[in-house]
């Protein structure tokens, strides 16, 4: 028997970011990294949430392949902050470590190599999370998984768990419109492995 799990909202299309003016929270971290920042793609997702009234924090520390120190880094960030909506803005890179940062927020209590498919983590009784992809490629908005590196072991761990499906999936093509030629085509071979590997 198979089941078949994915946000709870996926929002697509050109302005799909106008959908983050009706989303409810009181204070909001953004996670990305620094070249977004730089981009200018933090400030426009930013004036979204601006609208809401809400508080907003960035956590830009992400880079490519994510480490467990990126995590506990964004964690700690975030239990400073206490927000009750976490913004992934970014490739798989910055989504992944978002949904990392969000467990260990959530449950500080654990270590990321703990988490496994047939633990109840209890999430989202803190925060919940929206996933925003820049890129084309690791599908990472609508996936139970994460990759997270253990620098200490040089390890790539396969985090996965249901509850680690982000709430919502904004998925806007104005933000890949612009990709640079070598990250389309890098991106499109991600999503070719992933439809062959399926």
């Known amino acids: 028997m198979w089941y078949f799990y994915s946000p709870q909202a996926i929002v697509f299309g050109r302005d799909a970011l106008e959908h983050l003016e009706s989303l409810e929270a009181g ?6 990294d620094s ?15 601006e609208k809401t009234g809400a508080a907003i924090q960035v956590y830009d520390g ?4 994510p ?6 880094e964004g964690a700690k960030m975030a239990v400073e902050f206490q927000p009750d909506l976490i913004v992934a803005l970014g490739g798989g890179s910055c989504i992944d470590s978002a949904k990392a940062i969000w467990v260990l927020y959530e449950r500080p209590d654990l270590k ?3 988490v496994n498919p047939f633990m109840k983590l209890n999430l989202r009784k803190k925060a919940k999370l929206v996933a925003i992809p820049t890129t084309s490629g690791t599908g990472s908005e609508v996936t139970c998984a994460m990759v997270i590196t253990d620098e200490k072991r040089k390890v ?4 996965a768990s249901r509850e ?14 612009t990709l640079p030629p070598r990250l389309t085509a890098e991106t499109a071979m991600d999503s070719l492995t992933h439809a062959i590997e399926a």
Not at 35 to 47: P, S
Not at 156 to 159: R, W
């Open 35 to 49: 070249n977004l920042e730089k981009l200018g793609m933090v400030e426009i997702v930013a004036k979204y949430i």
């Open 164 to 177: 680690i499906i982000p709430d919502i999936a904004i998925v806007d093509p104005n933000l890949t419109r």
């Open 112 to 114: 990321l190599e703990e």
């Open 156 to 159: 790539k761990m396969e985090i």
């Open 27 to 32: 204070k909001v971290l953004i996670v990305t």
């Open 62 to 65: 992400v880079e490519p392949e």
């Open 67 to 72: 480490s467990i120190r990126i995590a506990e």
